[in-house]
Every structure is written in C-alpha cells, then in structure tokens.
C-alpha cells in the first residue's frame, strides 16, 4: 500500500472493499496451507516407508550377492524397465504426479539353462525399481507440495499479518480525518448562521 493516501469518501469506499476481500481470501488461505501440511506429511511418511522396504528388501538379498556377482546372468538387462505409467492429480493448486504401472520388459528364458535362484533374485530387483521410481515420483511431489505450502503460508501471513492490519489502520485514519472535517463544517456553518443573526440584530 502506498504511505500517502487520499483522505475522501470514495478511498474510505475502496479500503473497505478491501478489507472485506482479505477477510474472505485470508480462511481460503489457511484451509490451502492446512490441506497442504497434511499432504506434505502424508508424503514424506510414504518416502519413509519405501526407504525403509528397500533397505530391508537390500538386507535381505545380502546373501545372494556373491551368487548374482557370477558372470552367467546380467540381472540388470533382465530387469530393465520398459515404461512407467503415471497420472496426473491436482491436490490443494498442485498438480502432482500418481503412480499406476510400472512395465518392465518382456524376457524369453531358457528355463533348463537359467539358475534356480533367477527368479528370486529378479523379483526383488523388480520390486527395489519399482520402490525406487516410486520414491523419486514422491519426493518430485513432496518438492511442489512444499513450494505451493510456503506460498500459501507467505499469503496466509501476509494477509493477517500487513494488509489487514494497515488497511483497517488506513480505515481508521479516514473515518477520524472525515470526522474532524464534517465538525469542523459543521462549526463553521454554525459560526456563520451566528455571525449572520449578529448582523441582523445590528440592523
């Protein structure tokens, strides 16, 4: 807002208006900001528990690693990803992105010559890429979400915190201003009518 404003009616009728657009927007604001936290925490639990299946699923696959070390099997070719299948959502402003499917390609084995221990150790990795691009869907997520959160805290307190208190102030300022000079007419006025009925009495 600017520091000098003009101090007549048609500003008071203008701050007004104001002061009753920031009241509306200002619970718009704060019910974004609590969607929002609620969203962010939901997320950030989710990259939580995907870290922590893939560490376990890391600690469990220990064992094989000696074995899958061998030169007979590129595990890394049998399991590579085809596609990923998201969709697109919109939560609280922020479009985000939801995981369906993800599509890996399609392998002809020879089952007689394959060791035993392919099939095992491929669905685990399977499930750590999935876990994977599942975390790195999440956490581009959780990095919108947290920058349309602090937008709405910024707006939220913006709001409650500058233009609702000065554009009250301003209010109060004009209402006093107009006051002073609606009595300052009206003693002029009065002064007037005095001076006049004085002049009459004189003639």
């Not at 979400?145 to 209010?171: C, D, G, H, Y």
Request: proline share 1%; with cysteine.
């Amino acid at each position: 807002m600017a520091d000098k404003i003009l101090m007549n009616k048609n500003t008071l009728a203008a701050f007004k208006i104001e002061l009753k657009e920031y009241h509306t927007a200002l619970p718009v604001f704060e019910m974004k900001e609590q969607q929002l936290k609620e969203v962010v925490l939901r997320t950030e639990n989710n990259i939580s528990r995907l870290n922590a299946a893939i560490s376990a699923v890391n600690e469990q696959t220990k064992e094989w690693v000696a074995v899958m070390a061998e030169d007979t099997v590129d595990l890394s070719v049998m399991a590579k990803v085809d596609r990923i299948i998201t969709k697109k959502q919109e939560i609280a402003g922020v479009t985000i992105e939801v995981f369906e499917n993800i599509v890996f390609e399609d392998l002809e084995m020879d089952f007689f010559n394959t060791p035993l221990w392919v099939d095992a150790a491929l669905d685990a990795i399977r499930e750590q890429k999935t876990n994977s691009t599942l975390v790195e869907i999440e956490e581009r997520n959780l990095a919108l979400l947290q920058e349309e959160l602090a937008e709405a805290r910024r707006m939220k307190n913006a709001l409650k915190e500058v233009f609702i208190p000065e554009t009250k102030e301003n209010i109060r300022k004009i209402e006093i201003y107009l006051g002073d000079v609606e009595r300052l007419a009206i003693g002029c006025a009065k002064l007037v009518k005095k001076k006049k009925e004085e002049k009459k009495v004189l003639l």
